[in-house]
Nanobody, 121 residues
Framework: VQLQASGGGLAQAGDSLRLSCVVS????????MGWFRQAPGAEREFVGA???????YYADAAKGRFAISKDDAKSTMYLEMNSLKPEDTAVYYC????????????????WGQGTLVTVSS
């Protein structure tokens, strides 16, 4: 099983970035997917998730600015991030699970390696 996150980089406040998470080795359409992030010195936190049925859920910090989508044919999940803020600076991880609470990091089975997003003011 492999989750490959990409799309991170350096952005300025107000910019947009789109992260991708390509999944291989598991039946993508049967897994709920989540995005988490971890800033330096902080705990990993929930950003958002998309269920098998494409229902989406967001942390308060992401609501209205971030959007999660997926392409089942490409086994890929996306995180569109708009109106970026310096506090969005973190390593972003994608993760996969089959059931349970989508906001709980410890309940995810599989994790990608993370992609760094740095937002300057």
């Amino acid at each position: 099983v492999q989750l490959q996150a990409s799309g991170g980089g350096l952005a300025q406040a107000g910019d947009s970035l789109r992260l991708s998470c390509v999944v291989s080795g598991l039946p993508f359409t049967t897994y709920n997917m989540g995005w988490f992030r971890q800033a330096p010195g902080a705990e990993r936190e929930f950003v958002g998730a998309i269920s098998v049925s494409t229902n989406t859920y967001y942390a308060d910090a992401a609501k209205g600015r971030f959007a999660i989508s997926k392409d089942d044919a490409k086994s890929t999940m996306y995180l569109e991030m708009n109106s970026l803020k310096p506090e969005d600076t973190a390593v972003y991880y994608c993760a996969a699970k089959t059931s349970g609470m989508l906001i709980i990091a410890s309940s995810y089975y599989y994790w990608g390696q993370g992609t760094l997003v740095t937002v300057s003011s």
